[in-house]
């Protein structure tokens, strides 16, 4: 099951995740997409399509139980956003007996042992490198966005609001907090 739950996506989300409501054919192929090549796409689906659940959580999960010294910065339009995207993973990795036991080398049996384990700090699981990034950070773009700090994956998730685009200067504000954004990547980022 530990090898499942890292090789295979939707074997992560549907049983690993316990998301029986993703137990789809349609989130099946996503999961597959997703697998096969998740980096530098703009994925633009129907809202309740999974889109969150699939690449934000679990795809996110999957890399760090793939390899727990990552570091991912999840960005979405304002901090609170991000923060709930945070939440959920911070909810799995507190919760989730399964993964605990599969993951006993990753995950803390005793989240309080963790260096850092908040939605302000960020979440750090076992690991044997020492970044000064938590393994997993939430920021806003707009509003929030961190300095001095490098991520070897970054993820976007509803970065642009109904409300940021509605004049060209607030279109403007957004591109240019995304452009700004990139530069907290490492050499070898990869974004989501």
């Given at each position: ?91 799995e990795f507190e919760t989730n007996r399964l993964l605990k036991e599969l993951f006993p080398d ?11 384990w908040s939605e302000d700090e960020g979440l750090t699981v076992k690991r044997t490198a020492n ?43 957004v591109t240019e907090a995304w452009e700004l954004s990139r530069n907290l990547g490492s050499e ?5």
């Amino acid at each position: 099951m530990r090898g499942l739950c890292q090789t295979d996506l939707f074997f992560l989300l549907v049983h690993g995740l316990k998301r029986t409501d993703a137990d789809r054919d349609w989130i099946f192929d996503r999961c597959r997409e997703v697998q096969a090549d998740p980096d530098n796409r703009l994925d633009l689906w129907a809202r309740g399509h999974y889109k969150s659940t699939i690449i934000t959580m679990a795809q996110t999960i999957r890399e760090i139980l793939i390899d727990p010294n990552v570091t991912v910065g999840i960005f979405s339009h304002t901090r609170p956003i991000a923060k709930a995207f945070l939440r959920q993973i911070k909810r799995e990795f507190e919760t989730n007996r399964l993964l605990k036991e599969l993951f006993p080398d990753i995950l803390y049996e005793n989240t309080a042992d963790s260096p850092k384990w908040s939605e302000d700090e960020g979440l750090t699981v076992k690991r044997t490198a020492n970044p000064k990034e938590a393994t997993i950070e939430a920021w806003g773009l707009v509003d929030g966005q961190p300095t001095s700090k490098h991520y070897k994956l970054m993820v976007y998730d509803d970065v642009v609001t109904r409300e940021s685009v509605t004049t060209p200067d607030m279109i403007a504000k957004v591109t240019e907090a995304w452009e700004l954004s990139r530069n907290l990547g490492s050499e070898t980022a990869r974004t989501r």
